[in-house]
């Protein structure tokens, strides 16, 4: 539990270090933006998200190339993880918010190192929360 609250302070620090008001104004949009996709979509089929997904980057100037891709390395990724048919969908979902993160992070100037401690922060404290403690 220690190396837990260790990893969470870390990224915490990080964070403060790093971002100014804006970014974690920035951050937080983000995860509501993320939360509320999963609670219109808590069951989502494939094609929706994939729809969502493209919509996402096409908005955001990514080439058809890229967007093709991506979908193809998030149902690679899921596969690898044994993941069933049915859940897949969602974790592509969480793919995209991960990425959303990672790359916000990543053009505020953070190291990658730096942000596998903020997201391993992330997670922890989700799963936290969840248990309620």
């Known amino acids: 539990m220690t190396q837990q ?3 969470k302070d870390q990224a915490k ?3 403060e270090e790093t971002l100014d008001r804006e970014a974690v104004i920035v951050l937080a949009r983000i995860s509501e933006e993320m939360q509320l996709l999963f609670l219109a979509h808590p069951d989502p089929e494939a094609d929706k998200v994939k729809v969502i997904v493209t919509g996402f980057f096409l908005e955001n100037g990514k080439s058809e190339q890229f967007i093709e891709e991506w979908i193809k390395t998030s149902e690679e990724y ?3 993880r044994g993941l069933s048919q049915q859940d897949q969908p969602k974790a592509m979902l969480s793919d995209l ?3 959303r993160f990672m790359s ?3 053009d505020k ?3 990658d190192e730096q942000i596998t401690i903020v997201l391993t922060g992330a997670v922890q404290q ?3 929360d969840q ?3």
């Open 109 to 111: 100037g953070l190291t």
């Open 97 to 99: 918010g991960v990425f």
């Open 126 to 128: 989700a799963a936290s």
């Open 104 to 106: 916000f992070l990543k």
């Open 5 to 7: 609250s260790d990893v």
């Open 131 to 133: 248990q309620g403690g």
């Open 78 to 80: 899921s596969h690898t």
């Open 13 to 15: 620090d990080i964070l």
